[in-house]
């Protein structure tokens, strides 16, 4: 078991720090805080693991997006494939990260927050608040499959 969870570990480490790297930071500690500097500069400043994480969140999301248009524009088949392996590994990294991030304070919150979200539409459901839009929603519904039946898909 102790083998296992070292792996993954070192595996959640090396993506992290492989970002850390390419957003052109150094980590360290100081007076057993976590510390980062910019490649090149001599401020150092505090820095904590949630917004460590959070902002390798946020990086990998963009790199996603700029990827995302660049399969959009390939020339040919062998610079598709390799944007399309990158782009795999981008989203294997962002599930990793994303298990991280679920952990620290803003996962948290974002959890917190989407319960109550959820909890309040319940609530006005129940109490009819939308009654005619998901009648309507229901009507396209049916509208639609009957139109797939009809043309047999």
């Avoid at 500069?41 to 990086?59: F, Q």
């Avoid at 991280?100 to 608040?129: P, S």
Wanted: proline share 0%.
């Amino acid at each position: 078991m102790y083998q296992s969870y070292s792996a993954v570990f070192k595996k959640d480490a090396a993506v992290i720090l492989e970002y850390v790297e390419q957003m052109r930071y150094e980590l360290g500690s100081r007076d057993g805080e976590l510390v980062r500097r910019k490649i090149g500069k001599e401020e150092v400043e505090s820095y904590r693991y949630e917004d460590l994480i959070d902002a390798v969140d946020i990086w990998i999301f963009g790199k996603i997006l700029e990827l995302n248009a660049l399969r959009d524009d390939c020339r040919n088949d062998i610079e598709r494939a390799v944007h399309e392996s990158e782009y795999q590994r981008l989203k294997e990294d962002e599930r990793r990260v994303g298990k991280l991030y679920e952990k620290t304070c803003y996962g948290k919150a974002v959890d917190v927050l989407a319960e109550r979200l959820a909890e309040k539409l319940f609530d006005n459901i129940l109490k009819g608040k939308y009654k005619q839009e998901i009648q309507d929603m229901a009507e396209k519904i049916c509208s639609f499959a009957e139109e797939e039946k009809r043309y047999g898909r």
